[in-house]
């Protein structure tokens, strides 16, 4: 599959109005990680490759839930990724900082190229969330969260787990060879 079909399924989550049913623990440990999730999928790999689909300011193409979840400044920085593990995909994901966020630490989101968003934000102290939800799409599991940078600064976090994600693995946190 393509990086840009990769990417297209975030636009196909159904978020979910309701705690999901958990079909096992696994499932949801993995989709309540309060940690890195790039470190939790690096257990299972050893280093996650970052490939980027698209990157850069954009102003009214945003969902009207992403505009709900984030002040209202009429532009965003937007990071579109595919995280490979064993080069196959293993988790797709968008980033949206307000761009009133330039100058604080949000800025270093700007130029992060291919290191995973994981790395940098949980390099000190893990950011706050005060939003998380959880979605499908089709048979795929889903979370957004809202982040809060130490400044305070809003970051909105949307990442969908693809098939070959060890999340689907029986046992899915045996780490793999």
């Known amino acids: 599959m393509q990086d840009q079909a990769i ?10 109005q309701e705690p999901p049913v958990w079909p096992d623990d696994a499932t949801r440990s993995w989709l309540t990680e309060r940690g890195s999730m790039t470190q939790r999928l690096e257990k299972h ?21 992403e505009a709900a979840l984030l002040p209202d400044c009429g532009r ?17 994901a968008r980033t949206l ?17 291919d290191v995973p968003l994981g790395q940098w934000l949980f390099r000190h102290r893990p950011p706050a969330r005060d939003v998380i939800q959880f979605g499908r799409v089709g048979t795929l599991w889903a979370r957004r969260a809202r982040l ?11 990442e ?15 780490p793999q060879q």
């Open 45 to 65: 790999c050893g280093k996650i490759r970052v490939r980027r689909y698209r990157e850069g300011f954009v102003t009214a193409c945003i969902e009207a839930w």
């Open 76 to 92: 965003f920085w937007l990071r579109e990724v595919v995280l490979y593990g064993h080069d196959r995909p293993w988790l797709t």
């Open 148 to 158: 809060r940078l130490t400044e305070g600064q809003p970051l909105l976090l949307t």
């Open 97 to 113: 900082v307000p761009a009133a966020a330039e100058a604080g630490p949000a800025q270093q989101v700007l130029s992060l190229g």
């Open 7 to 16: 990417v297209a399924i975030l636009d196909g989550i159904r978020w979910l």
């Open 160 to 174: 969908a787990f693809l098939p070959d994600c060890p999340l689907y693995i029986s046992g899915g946190d045996a």
